[in-house]
Nanobody, 122 residues
């Protein structure tokens, strides 16, 4: 089973940028749907962005135009470029993988990383 390790979180002021990385233990392109999710204190985990096995992408409305999901197949690494960050983006960000299907419901994903914290100050 695939193992996922996130990195790249940190603290940044509003308007700043961060790039999250998620290193997978095996080749994921065309085999797994990969997604970024986030969970703020007291809130339910929510989808941020997903990239399907054919490379197509989808974004939550709240991040569309500001965040970009991508993957480097040679490095088995998933990225989330986050620009124009807002305080409401503050959360623990998780990388997830699911074979072939690409649900937006976090409960449908079986493989998760440990998470990386993103804090945006105003």
């Amino acid at each position: 089973q695939v193992q996922l390790v996130e990195s790249g979180g940190g603290s940044v002021q509003a308007g700043g940028s961060l790039r999250l990385s998620c290193a997978a233990s095996e080749y994921t392109y065309s085999r797994y749907c990969m997604g970024w999710f986030r969970q703020a204190p007291g809130k339910e985990r929510e989808v941020v962005a997903v990239i399907a096995t054919d490379g197509s992408t989808g974004y939550a409305g709240s991040v569309k135009g500001r965040f970009t999901i991508s993957q480097d197949n040679a490095k088995n690494t998933l990225y989330l470029q986050m620009n124009s960050l807002k305080p409401e983006d503050t959360a623990m960000y998780y990388c997830a993988a699911e074979p072939f299907i690409c649900p937006t419901d976090y409960s449908k994903y079986n493989y998760w990383g440990q998470g990386t914290q993103v804090t945006v100050s105003s």
